[in-house]
């Protein structure tokens, strides 16, 4: 289906593709990775046909509608969301259309040829609606947006109201309501919280499309990749499976290569002590001459040259107090908006902790109160003996001044290093040479994140507080980083939305909901479980009334246990059937509406009812009213049946069952 053909592409001396193939093939769900600079996103714009070769060509045959996310983030248009959908996907101009079509009809007379014209041309109108299902877009359009975290309140705010992330999903939430026939998709989870990024995952799984998708989350190229392409020095591989098959395969090519390297040296090896030895004797003349005609054609493997790679690692840091910060009765409020009230919370030293929860439920502002940025409303905060903090902001604005080159960046730490220390760790970071006399300004995201964390690490610091410090690393560099902060020895506070990082890294969670702090002791996938449970965690108490001892594990069940666990099932059981009855309520009047809804845009369609403009006018009230019931059945089955898929995958304390 995309067919991409020898081709070639250099920025001035740096070459990005080198006779690049590809045969891309209908319904592929394709990974694309490689470190970064590597030439990912340019192969994208490249298929799109926003880049000019050198050489080659990319041939895609027919006529393919594509939907593309780009990373950087997007400037709307100042409509309403339902209205700049409408408008991105044509649905506003054929309603006008239909609108117009509707008055002129009605004023024109029946027996002149204007008459005819008009109902054909409203007929073509009427029809391109139909075809874009125009009737239910609305209501498809609200779905998807709530998917991605949208409230009912915003549908009428302007695309220009929201910040960069924001803007970032309903981009993404136009795409997938287009349904393209290839989706090209630039680091999509980027901007996403968990639930979202979950979201996400279950609609592209329907997704019949050809799906190319740059990412740095493993989950989610596990989840939804059955192909992986690796841009690495110029040339693309391809792995058929997911990324942890990825992972296997391209360590047990490269063993193999590695066999096949020295068989063949041992062979060449071969080869020239027999043409040495006999050299210079008549008898052999021919044999050697062979073995140097053979030795002339090998093609002489060589393992590809590695990219570099940062060696990250925190030096040692002074050692603070056992209670590295506590807050007691902590509220913060902007107006009338209260964004979290009377959190308690204690961290103590060595702590490594995760901080989740949706966009805008207020991890970025307790970081920043937490780190001194920001003022609280009310409440205290208490730091420990000799805490000394450094604060990474997800807005390398704040992290780095873009008017400074990188060295002058690094010289104005504070750290008491020496240049030449300093320069090494600017070559860990992969920054050498010339590099460092660049400007800020002009860096990659990734870039910018490197010289941020390593600011950090020249601070002497003790307790990190990092603000999605992961965004634009690479898979290979989020490793590093992630290695390097399980050996540093003082105490993290991290917000990130990258699932196996966290996993692998955090020990405790935090999440904040609807204003409220709930703690889980566990990693990240120990948090994911436990939030699917009916019951809500209880918020964290305050430090005086916290219990001095955990409870015991694997102890034998009292009576009143047992008769909770039978009345927790009773409930679960009768919550289930009354949602049950609920849903299949709402089934048989959606598709009796439906059924309905087929018949009317089929008498729309009948040639005697062509000729009624009155006839005309009723149906397509009749059409929108049906929509409109539709649309609150939708919204409402959807509701009906989040709640019985929460039931489903809901289980009893595992300390009340046998």
């Not at 040339?235 to 296997?248: D, P």
């Not at 009377?342 to 970081?367: E, Q, S």
């Not at 991290?494 to 890294?505: E, K, M, Q």
């Not at 204003?515 to 965690?537: M, T």
Request: charged share 30%; proline share 3%; glycine share 6%.
């Amino acid at each position: 289906m995309i067919q991409i053909n020898n081709i070639s592409l250099a920025f001035g001396e740096k070459r990005i593709f080198d006779r690049l193939n590809w045969f891309i093939t209908e319904k592929s769900r394709i990974g694309l990775v490689g470190d970064n600079g590597q030439g990912k996103t340019t192969l994208l714009r490249a298929i799109m046909g926003q880049v000019d070769l050198d050489e080659g060509s990319i041939d895609i045959p027919g006529k393919k509608t594509f939907g593309y996310l780009p990373q950087d983030i997007v400037e709307l248009e100042p409509l309403s969301l339902i209205g700049y959908f409408k408008k991105r996907s044509g649905i506003a101009d054929l309603e006008e259309s239909i609108g117009n079509h509707e008055k002129q009809i009605a004023a024109c007379p029946p027996e002149s040829e204007e008459y005819e014209q008009l109902l054909g041309s409203y007929e073509e109108s009427m029809a391109a609606f139909q075809a874009r299902d125009g009737f239910s877009f609305e209501a498809r359009a609200k779905q998807m947006l709530k998917g991605f975290g949208f409230r009912e309140e915003d549908f009428a705010k302007k695309c220009t109201d929201f910040s960069g992330g924001w803007k970032m999903r309903i981009l993404l939430g136009f795409i997938l309501l287009s349904r393209p026939d290839i989706m090209l998709l630039d680091e999509p989870t980027n901007h996403l919280d968990t639930e979202s990024m979950e979201w996400l995952e279950n609609h592209l799984r329907d997704y019949q499309g050809t799906l190319i998708a740059i990412s740095h989350d493993r989950v989610f190229l596990d989840k939804l990749a059955r192909q992986i392409g690796e841009l690495e020095n110029h040339v693309l591989t391809i792995y058929k499976g997911n990324y942890t098959y990825y992972l296997r395969e391209k360590e047990n090519r490269l063993e193999a290569l590695k066999k096949e390297m020295a068989l063949q040296r041992s062979e060449i090896k071969k080869i020239n002590e027999f043409i040495e030895r006999f050299r210079y004797k008549s008898t052999k003349a021919k044999q050697v001459q062979s073995r140097i005609r053979t030795l002339e054609k090998f093609d002489v493997l060589k393992q590809a040259e590695k990219t570099k790679t940062a060696a990250i690692k925190f030096p040692p840091c002074s050692k603070s107090g056992r209670e590295v910060v506590s807050l007691q009765s902590l509220t913060k409020q902007y107006g009338d908006l209260e964004v979290f009230k009377n959190i308690n919370l204690t961290v103590y030293r060595g702590d490594k902790i995760a901080l989740v929860g949706i966009n805008g439920a207020g991890k970025t502002t307790l970081t920043r109160i937490i780190s001194k940025e920001e003022e609280p409303t009310s409440g205290d905060l208490h730091y420990g003996l000799n805490v000394k903090m450094a604060f990474f902001s997800q807005e390398s604005v704040k992290n780095l001044d873009y008017e400074k080159t990188i060295w002058e960046e690094v010289n104005a730490a504070g750290s008491k290093s020496s240049d030449l220390e300093r320069r090494n760790l600017l070559g860990a970071f992969l920054f050498s040479g010339d590099d460092i006399r660049k400007e800020i300004k002009v860096l990659s995201g990734g870039e910018k994140s490197r010289l941020a964390l390593l600011k950090i690490m020249l601070q002497d610091a003790n307790f990190l507080i990092l603000d999605e410090p992961t965004n634009h690393l690479d898979i290979k560099t989020k490793d590093i980083f992630q290695n390097a902060l399980l050996h540093y020895q003082g105490t993290v506070l991290i917000v990130s939305h990258d699932r196996y990082f966290l996993d692998c890294l955090v020990r405790r969670v935090l999440e904040i909901r609807q204003g409220n702090l709930y703690e889980y002791s566990g990693n990240y996938s120990y948090f994911i479980e436990k939030r699917r449970e009916v019951s809500a965690p209880v918020p964290m108490p305050a430090p005086e009334d916290m219990a001095t001892e955990a409870p015991q594990k694997g102890r034998y069940k009292t009576k009143d246990e047992k008769r909770r666990e039978a009345e927790a099932r009773n409930r679960l059981s009768r919550m289930r059937s009354d949602l049950k009855k609920k849903v299949s309520a709402v089934e048989e009047k959606v598709n009796r509406l439906e059924r309905e809804k087929i018949v009317k845009e089929q008498e729309l369609c009948a040639p005697e009812v062509c000729r009624a403009p009155g006839k005309i006018k009723t149906l397509n009230r009749e059409l929108m009213t049906i929509s409109r019931e539709l649309e609150e059945l939708y919204e409402n089955w959807h509701g009906l049946a989040q709640q019985l898929d929460d039931i489903d995958t809901a289980d009893v304390d595992d300390s009340l069952i046998n």
